[in-house]
């Protein structure tokens, strides 16, 4: 092995260090860590990777990572009340076989030269999302739910001229730390306070806080604490009459009871579709869909992929294809409206397949299950002594916020006795939402079974004594 090799790693491209002193040199860097200047020092290490030895073997490594694995405790083996963002849903077996088949697991991204059915199924999902949003545009997914909020928001800002937009503040705080990562540093970004006692938003804090320079009002329909945003075209209006842009976060799987974000007067509606048909995993499983109406205007602004049907030059024949190919970054580089690479198309195809399944019944179905046993949750969880139900006034669908304060004991108490008993609580809000005091954000979906909701109030009870 001569020096050059012995500087460099089998396995990284671009190792050696005179091709990457090259490459470097190309771009106008000194070193690797200027390409990092944008992330605050606080954030960065400091110093080398405390990692072990190598691995010399499959075999070793195999070991090594099933050691990790097991470590961990899924929410399918215990009983989980865990939502907060990734929810516990059924999921059908024929979406886990569909997605799993090669023509789809490995072609969920590319040109049309290669694979037309994977184009339909897209078009097919983006059908069937559109009519359970009442929209007519729907994008290929992107990574997740928050993305597509901070793109949903962008896609106003472009639209509007304008450069600041509204979020409640009573939005989770990691959905917030991506929407100010994706819009930064050219975009403000800044809360509406909460009536504190409906967990809505506060409708006099929004009218102070829009202004002429206000290009976008994202509403959340349920909120991050469960409840119904009744008072959502009401936000509509006020945000119209300032010249604002809408924008609809939702939960999908609640759209069976629900109004969607186009019935309350949101121009842009988006969120995550993980509630249709994918496992509760880490850091996978998730897609964000954005939807419009067909209006030119707002097409133009999608950075991601839109699926279309068109006839051939076959009589009676159809293809499935691009839609607007050139306002993407695939066709205009640094020039498009904003990157776009690699997206959850796969999920997309999933999503199709469970919305496929359950049709407009099974959504109703769905959303009807899943209110009647949250509320039945909410009743029995409020009869323990010391264990509080706030906002039990308002509408839910699938969680709600359950206060321990008055136990004397805290959420992580609660929670690691509760994982003994084999059972997940809900997220902690402290982190979250401090002034709601030791408060959990429990989510009941269908699921959950009436035993298994009093299976957890008995052992909550016993729990706090």
């Known amino acids: 092995m001569d020096e050059r090799d012995a500087r460099s790693h089998p396995y990284v491209p671009n190792a050696i260090p005179d091709v990457r002193s090259e490459m470097l040199a190309a771009i106008g860097a000194a070193s690797i860590d200027d390409l990092y200047a944008e992330i605050p020092p606080s954030l960065r290490l400091g110093r080398p990777l405390d990692l072990p030895a190598p691995l010399r073997s499959e075999a070793e490594l195999a070991r090594h990572v099933e050691g990790l694995l097991d470590r961990n405790t899924s929410t399918c083996e215990v009983l989980s009340f865990l939502g907060a963002g990734c929810y516990p849903h059924h ?58 909020a901070a793109t949903a928001l962008r896609m106003a800002c472009r639209l509007t001229g304008r450069r600041r937009v509204l979020l409640p503040a009573s939005m989770c705080r990691d959905k917030r730390s991506r ?35 206000v290009a976008a009002v994202l509403v959340e329909n349920p909120t991050f604490l469960g409840s119904v945003e009744t008072r959502a075209p009401e ?36 969120g995550d579709i993980q509630p249709l048909g994918m496992h509760q995993q880490f850091g996978g499983g998730h897609g964000g869909f954005i939807a419009t109406r067909d209006d030119p205007r707002f097409v133009a602004e999608f950075p991601s992929r839109l699926f279309g049907i068109a006839p051939t030059s076959v009589a009676g024949e159809y293809g499935f294809g691009d839609v607007a190919y050139g306002r993407t970054s695939f066709a205009l580089r640094e020039e498009g409206k904003e990157w776009v690479g690699t997206a959850a198309a796969l999920w997309g195809i999933t999503a199709g397949v469970y919305l496929a399944l359950m049709g407009p019944q099974g959504m109703r179905e769905l959303g009807e299950t899943m209110m009647a046993r949250a509320r039945y949750a909410m009743n029995r969880l409020a009869e323990i002594p010391g264990v509080r139900v706030p906002f039990a006034g308002q509408h839910h669908v699938k969680e709600f916020v359950v206060d321990l304060t008055a136990t004397g004991r805290t959420v992580a108490m609660v929670s690691a006795a509760l994982r003994e008993r084999g059972i997940f609580f809900g997220a902690d809000l402290m982190r979250e939402q401090a002034w709601l005091g030791e408060s959990a954000l429990v989510c009941v979906t269908e699921v959950h079974t009436r035993a298994d909701i009093d299976r957890l109030a008995a052992e909550l009870a016993e729990a706090i004594r």
Request: negative net charge.
């Open 91 to 148: 999921v059908p077996a024929v979406c886990d076989e569909i997605n799993g088949r090669a023509e789809f697991l490995t072609a969920y991204a590319g040109d049309p030269y290669e694979d037309h059915g994977r184009f339909q199924a897209l078009f097919e999902y983006a059908s069937m999302m559109g009519e359970l949003l009442e929209m007519d545009v729907v994008n290929v997914p992107t990574y997740d739910g928050f993305q597509a």
């Open 179 to 213: 929407i100010l990562d994706y819009l930064r540093p050219d975009l403000a970004v800044d809360e509406v306070a909460l009536d504190r006692a409906t967990s809505l938003l506060d409708l006099g804090a929004l009218g102070a806080a829009l202004a002429p320079d």
């Open 235 to 270: 936000i509509a209006r006020l945000a119209h009459a300032a010249g604002a842009v809408v924008v609809g976060s939702v939960d999908p799987s609640t759209l069976g009871v629900l109004a969607p974000p186009a019935a309350w007067g949101a121009e842009i509606a988006c």
